[in-house]
């Protein structure tokens, strides 16, 4: 449940309880912009003072009746319960594993990449910094065999899918001086159709991707990626899953793992190919 962008001439706009009252001591997954004393008792997973952005109230979207959609960067996206019973919201959206807290689904929003700019408009980096946990990027046909020439690697702290229009088409490149992904651990990032290569990172472990977080690989090429420490082209202590992609020549030059290293994490492959890795 939300409780937002209430007002009232004293205290409690989002709600107020004099006698320090609390809701059912089972009640979790509510957010709640204002406090003011308004006990939300033991759930875990309940959030206080935070903001929960919401569209205004309208009917125009989706549904048949007004409701408020909630806004990118929301605390109530993908903070609802995974296991709740209700598989629709309020405008008939199903509620995917990912569940939002309130009456409506956020509506994810699908980015296209203009250029193969390292950064600035149109670039991969600026529609990574704009997206929101659930979207989307693409790559337009122009940037097809043009290789984006990363300077710094791109920071994953939300989940995102990124779809590339095919290996040797999409083609993200650490041009030998940098790593490419860094997945945090609010990070869940999926990637697919993408060559990712030439990725370099001195000192540190995962040349071309360091996943502390869950990271999706689908018919990807990953060669020529180089570290000087664990995992030649992906270090991992978090969720890794792999289909029908290729390793190749990827390198790790002091230490182990010349395409992947796993420290504590899971990992599941198949349908792909490591070939020509050093360690």
Known sequence: ???AENSASGLGGDGYNNSGAVLDPLSDYNAISS???FSLGSGLNNQLDVDVS?????Y???GF???HLLICGSHGINEGHANFPVTFDQNGIVRDNFPDIGACEYVPTTFLVLNSNDAGAGSLREKISLSCTGDTIHFDPITN???ILLSSELLIDKRIFIYGNGTGLTIISGNNSTRIFSVSQLGNLHLSQLDIKDAF???ASGGAINNVGELQISRCNLHNNICEEYGGAI???GVLTIDNSNFSYNQSTVSSGGAIYSDGGHVSMVNSTLNGNYA
């Open 1 to 3: 449940t939300i409780l």
């Open 35 to 37: 406090n003011n004393s």
């Open 54 to 58: 919401l569209e205004p109230l309208a």
């Open 60 to 62: 125009n979207y989706g």
């Open 65 to 67: 009746t007004e409701t």
């Open 145 to 147: 065999g043009n290789p």
């Open 201 to 203: 990172v001195a000192g």
């Open 235 to 237: 270090a991992t202590t």
